[in-house]
C-alpha cells in the first residue's frame, strides 16, 4: 500500500480563521513533507519531518505551523493567511529522509485545495 | 546550489507518436531520479525512477535513460496515448527533492 491520505479535499477560509490540513499514511515511512503548489509549478518544498522532528523549515512564515503527532500523522496549522496562500497543498512521505547519494522514494497525498478569501 | 532544468515546457504530440523530456542536473552527488506525472487536480504520480547504478530502466511504455557523466537523464514515451496528456516533473534527490520546472504533454487523437 503506497498510499497518503490528506483531509479536507477542499478548503475555503477567511484572512482570519484558523484551520488546519490533516496528513496520514501507514506505510511505516519516517519522513513526511508538506509541499506547496501554484498552478502551472512544480510543488515547493515548506517543511520535513525526519523521526517525528522537524528537519527542515524552507523558511515559510509563521502563519503556517507544522505538527507531527505521531510517526504516522503530519498536520499542518494556518492562521491568518493571505489570498496568496491559496494553493494546492501537498502531504508526502518517504521510508527515510532523503539524503545526498540516498536512494528513497517519495509518495503524494492527494492534496488540500486551500482557497483563502 | 542544486538545480535541475527541464525541457521542453510544453509538447504537443500526435497519438503514436513518441514524446521525449529531458533534464540535466547540477550537483553530481544525486544518484537517484524519479519522475512525477501529474493529472489536473490530481497528485504528481510517482511513475518511473532510475538510480545511478544502471543507465537505462524500462516500464512497458516508459522508459529513463540517465548518462551521469553529462549530468543528463531523459524520459521517452512511447506509442502515445490520450491518457499520458498530463504535466511531467523530473526530479532528483539530494536532502529533498529538487523538481524540474515540468513538461505540460498533451497527446492529440
Known amino acids: 500500500d503506497t498510499e497518503v491520505t490528506q483531509t479536507p479535499k477542499h478548503l475555503v477560509m477567511g484572512m482570519t480563521n484558523k484551520k488546519s490540513l490533516k496528513c496520514e499514511q501507514h506505510?511505516?515511512?519516517?519522513?513526511m513533507y508538506w509541499y506547496k503548489q501554484k498552478a502551472k509549478k512544480p510543488p515547493e518544498l515548506m517543511f520535513v519531518?525526519?523521526?517525528?522532528?522537524?528537519?527542515i523549515n524552507e523558511s515559510v512564515p509563521s502563519r503556517f505551523s507544522p505538527e507531527c503527532p505521531n510517526s504516522s500523522l503530519l498536520n499542518l496549522h494556518l492562521h491568518a493567511l493571505q489570498p496568496e496562500d491559496s494553493a494546492l497543498y501537498l502531504c508526502?512521505?518517504?521510508?527515510?529522509?532523503?539524503?545526498?547519494?540516498?536512494?528513497?522514494?517519495?509518495?503524494f497525498g492527494p492534496g488540500t485545495r486551500l482557497t483563502v478569501l | 546550489g542544486e538545480n535541475v532544468e527541464q525541457h521542453p515546457s510544453t509538447l504537443s504530440v500526435q497519438e503514436g507518436d513518441s514524446a521525449v523530456i529531458k533534464c540535466t542536473y547540477s550537483?553530481?552527488?544525486?544518484?537517484?531520479f524519479p519522475w512525477y506525472k501529474q493529472e489536473l487536480g490530481k497528485r504528481p504520480q510517482l511513475i518511473i525512477d532510475i538510480r545511478s547504478n544502471v543507465g537505462e530502466k524500462k516500464d512497458q511504455r516508459i522508459a529513463v535513460t540517465l548518462n551521469k557523466t553529462a549530468k543528463h537523464f531523459s524520459l521517452h514515451i512511447t506509442e502515445t496515448q490520450p491518457e499520458d496528456s498530463a504535466v511531467y516533473f523530473c526530479a532528483a534527490v539530494y536532502n529533498k527533492l529538487i523538481f524540474g520546472a515540468g513538461t505540460r504533454l498533451a497527446v492529440h487523437p
Open positions: 506505510m511505516g515511512h519516517r519522513a
Open positions: 519531518y525526519s523521526y517525528e522532528k522537524l528537519s
Open positions: 508526502a512521505s518517504s521510508q527515510g529522509p532523503l539524503v545526498v547519494g540516498g536512494r528513497d522514494t517519495q509518495y
Open positions: 550537483d553530481s552527488a544525486s544518484n537517484y
